[in-house]
């Protein structure tokens, strides 16, 4: 197969705890996987790495992901993605009834991927009355 890296799988295990494994010994390609939390749901993600400093950059936002509610402390809490017209919306939001707070990540100018955590706030729905003049 073209572009195959002659003895690039190998599941060598590279370090422990976060379950990073050096695919491409002598390579700069890192397979990895983490399992988190959010809230009560756990995610176990797998990822590459192009390098250590692209590991950190995936692990400390990973590492960050919120274990509960900014606002209520409830775990119940998902990864929601929303999309209106051309701009795209990450947030984690809570489902526990009556709290609806969610907490919106931003988008770095670089366009690479990773977000940031904002802060916990209620979810403002726009409806005419808050766009009416
Ligand atoms: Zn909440």
């Known amino acids: ?3 195959a890296v002659p003895g690039a799988v190998q599941d060598v295990p590279f370090d422990g705890g ?4 050096n695919l491409n010994p002598g390579g700069s390609i890192m397979k990895f996987s983490i399992t988190t939390q ?7 993600i797998e990822d590459d790495a192009e390098d250590p400093k692209d590991f950190f950059r995936k692990a400390a936002f990973l590492s ?6 900014g606002n209520c402390n ?14 795209e919306f990450f947030e984690v939001r809570c489902l526990t ?10 988008q770095y100018k670089d366009g690479k991927g990773l977000l940031f955590a904002k802060q916990w706030k209620h ?5 005419v009355s808050d766009n009416g003049s």
């Open 64 to 69: 960050s992901l919120p274990k509960s509610c």
């Open 123 to 127: 979810r403002q729905f726009a409806t």
């Open 74 to 87: 409830g775990d119940d809490i998902i990864i929601d993605h929303r999309k209106v017209d051309s701009f």
């Open 97 to 106: 009834p009556d709290c609806g707070h969610v907490l919106p990540y931003g």
């Open 1 to 3: 197969m073209d572009g």
């Open 38 to 44: 959010i809230g009560r749901h756990e995610l176990t």
């Open 18 to 21: 976060y379950g990073v494994y």
